[in-house]
DNA sequence: CAACTCAGTTTCGTCACGAAACCGACTCCG
DNA sequence: CGGAGTCGGTTTCGTGACGAAACTGAGTTG
């Protein structure tokens, strides 16, 4: 995905794809998250062509989501963190994630499990009383 | 971004954005939500060029995710629905939404809402016995 | 019968991407 | 003390996806 904006749109779904909809750039906030912080770790595990990542990583730090931090003077070496705005994409990947074990993967290669028991944890749309709902039950209303 | 595959990567989220992660897609799938089902109403509200669209739209019967059914024989035409995996995916818009009117937007345009009551829907992760959780109480663990 | 609608297709130039080589600062090994 | 390796990039170059706009063709409306 090009890194154009969607011109004309006024919706939070286009305005965040603007940011993190481009090609890898959900791929290498999943990485961070499962732990790969390093260029290389990064580069090796995506196959991601290194100025592309180059490109990628500095346009995630500009927008608050990684934070580059040095890991070592002399040689100057850095890592990348996840931001609180970062961890918060989680909740967009677990949909995805779940979206793809369910329609396009035969066996879900990972889980997402709440640490302190590893229990299931499900991405859901819940309403105020705790409801889960499905999409009939649904509409997306524009606010006055 | 592009059609090429993410190769080598065995990932649920990967496959996922394989089929939705190219520029335009989720956004077609928001507007045909939100009720608009023919090519020239999304091409307008879009502004997507219209070669582009037509291959969009194209994958997206292709992949299941929408239907295309004719409303009209003499002229032939043609209107897009979402089936039920692609109405699953509301669930992954509704967590870029979120997030992008927590970090991205001012005044979010636009509320989720159950249909029954009007009252607000959030996305959410939740565990089993319906606890909401943050990320730091998560973890992504492989499946043995 | 001319203008308009709808759902595309065609053409063409540009720009983002992928691959691979290169770079500079530093460390490790013998 | 010299050569190889590591890390975090930058540079170069060819290809292909995209954007803009014109065109098409079947049918409808005034």
Redesign the interface.
Known sequence: ??NRS??????????????????WT??IV?DV??GLQRFDQLQAS??IARNVLTGRLRRLVDEGILERRRYSRHPARYEYRLTE?G???????????????????E??????????D????????????????L?????????V
């Open positions: 995905m090009l969607y011109r004309g749109q006024d919706c939070s779904i286009a305005r965040a794809l603007e940011i993190v909809g481009e090609r959900l791929l999943r998250f499962l995506l196959g705005k961890n918060e994409l989680i909740l967009a990947l677990a949909a995805l994630q779940q979206w793809g074990d369910k329609h396009v993967s066996k879900p290669p990972r889980v997402l499990r709440r640490k302190r590893k229990k299931r944890v499900v991405a859901a749309l819940v309403a105020r009383d705790g409801e889960v709902l999409h009939d039950e649904l509409e997306l209303a524009p606010t």
